[in-house]
């Protein structure tokens, strides 16, 4: 999977970083590695139900293309680090709830991270970085649970970035829309938050041949309308804090479409999707994440602020 990066690459007479792929390393090829100069790289995600036209790995597949394109970057920046590829993981919270998706508890997701994080802490290195797909609310809270308590207790960079740029989606981020050059209801917002628009497009770019050929002959499905207590609900909180108050309204509109007895399995418009759009969406969010790393790999404290933070004790509760 990881073969077309694992050789030293030379652009323009000059050594970049080296690619490891983690699975296929011994242990003394481990051992060898600097611990404060070697980055490890992990997609997750959960196997969940894309509509028709998407595969049930799509936000792996998608997340795959994210580490291939953080590799490239973190190779110009940081061409002595050594960049070593852990092998996927399947696995993520708040997958959509209807069968053939697989999902597992939030504190499950949270363990399993930290006991990679343990693992690697314990061989003295320092940074694991996440290329993520879901915007599931207790998925993210995991992810972020798992990353500050890996801070606390190891000093250990677990990042993952998409905790962020799923905000920046969903609340129409004026920067990242600029960055993008996509509008509202096909950049992943509440309008197009699954398998529409937006994940139709990225998985052309990421890889067109999984897409089924249908993908064009898909109607525009929107969710029905937010059941009114919940947006009271959001208005009264963000009397007291604006920041919950708007990831009220979010979930709001995410629970009038799991809960509508008639739902799709998508939510927006896959036949607008592009590869262009796919692009365009990937370049950003790159940006972002490497905004992230910078500030790791400076030896600054990161954290991300998932939607529904503030109601963090979610994640707790049953999938």
């Given at each position: 999977?990881?073969?077309?990066?694992?050789?030293?690459?030379?652009?323009?007479?000059?050594?970049?970083?080296?690619?490891?792929?983690?699975?296929?390393?011994?242990?003394?090829?481990?051992?060898?590695?600097?611990?404060?100069?070697?980055?490890?790289?992990?997609?997750?995600?959960?196997?969940?139900?894309?509509?028709?036209?998407?595969?049930?790995?799509?936000?792996?597949?998608?997340?795959?293309?994210?580490?291939?394109?953080?590799?490239?970057?973190?190779?110009?920046?940081?061409?002595?680090?050594?960049?070593?590829?852990?092998?996927?993981?399947?696995?993520?919270?708040?997958?959509?709830?209807?069968?053939?998706?697989?999902?597992?508890?939030?504190?499950?997701?949270?363990?399993?991270?930290?006991?990679?994080?343990?693992?690697?802490?314990?061989?003295?290195?320092?940074?694991?970085?996440?290329?993520?797909?879901?915007?599931?609310?207790?998925?993210?809270?995991?992810?972020?649970?798992?990353?500050?308590?890996?801070?606390?207790?190891?000093?250990?960079?677990?990042?993952?970035?998409?905790?962020?740029?799923?905000?920046?989606?969903?609340?129409h981020d004026q920067a990242f829309m600029q960055k993008t050059g996509l509008?509202?209801?096909?950049?992943?917002?509440?309008?197009?938050?699954?398998?529409?628009?937006?994940?139709?497009?990225?998985?052309?770019?990421?890889?067109?041949?999984?897409?089924?050929?249908?993908?064009?002959?898909?109607?525009?499905?929107?969710?029905?309308?937010?059941?009114?207590?919940?947006?009271?609900?959001?208005?009264?909180?963000?009397?007291?804090?604006?920041?919950?108050?708007?990831?009220?309204?979010?979930?709001?509109?995410?629970?009038?479409?799991?809960?509508?007895?008639?739902?799709?399995?998508?939510?927006?418009?896959?036949?607008?999707?592009?590869?262009?759009?796919?692009?365009?969406?990937?370049?950003?969010?790159?940006?972002?994440?490497?905004?992230?790393?910078?500030?790791?790999?400076?030896?600054?404290?990161?954290?991300?602020?998932?939607?529904?933070?503030?109601?963090?004790?979610?994640?707790?509760?049953?999938?």
């Amino acid at each position: 999977m990881y073969n077309n990066l694992l050789t030293i690459i030379n652009v323009w007479g000059e050594k970049m970083a080296v690619v490891r792929e983690y699975a296929e390393m011994s242990l003394p090829e481990i051992e060898a590695l600097d611990r404060k100069k070697t980055i490890f790289l992990m997609a997750v995600s959960p196997l969940e139900v894309h509509g028709h036209h998407l595969p049930v790995g799509a936000d792996i597949f998608i997340s795959l293309e994210l580490i291939r394109r953080y590799v490239g970057e973190l190779q110009k920046e940081y061409p002595s680090y050594t960049l070593v590829t852990l092998p996927p993981l399947y696995l993520g919270a708040d997958a959509l709830p209807v069968k053939g998706s697989v999902s597992v508890p939030a504190p499950l997701l949270k363990g399993v991270l930290l006991s990679y994080v343990k693992s690697l802490a314990a061989l003295g290195f320092r940074y694991l970085f996440i290329a993520d797909n879901h915007g599931g609310p207790r998925h993210q809270m995991g992810i972020e649970a798992a990353s500050r308590k890996a801070w606390k207790k190891y000093r250990f960079y677990l990042i993952n970035s998409f905790n962020h740029e799923f905000r920046l989606m969903v609340q129409h981020d004026q920067a990242f829309m600029q960055k993008t050059g996509l509008g509202a209801g096909c950049c992943g917002d509440d309008a197009d938050c699954h398998a529409g628009t937006n994940e139709t497009s990225l998985m052309l770019a990421a890889d067109r041949k999984k897409v089924r050929d249908n993908w064009q002959e898909i109607s525009t499905y929107r969710p029905p309308a937010s059941s009114k207590l919940m947006l009271g609900l959001g208005k009264l909180a963000g009397l007291f804090s604006r920041g919950l108050g708007k990831d009220l309204e979010h979930l709001a509109g995410t629970l009038a479409w799991v809960g509508d007895p008639d739902k799709l399995p998508y939510v927006g418009c896959p036949a607008l999707a592009s590869q262009e759009a796919g692009e365009a969406m990937f370049k950003a969010r790159t940006e972002v994440a490497m905004e992230f790393f910078r500030k790791a790999l400076a030896g600054e404290d990161v954290k991300t602020t998932p939607m529904l933070w503030g109601l963090s004790l979610l994640q707790r509760l049953p999938e």
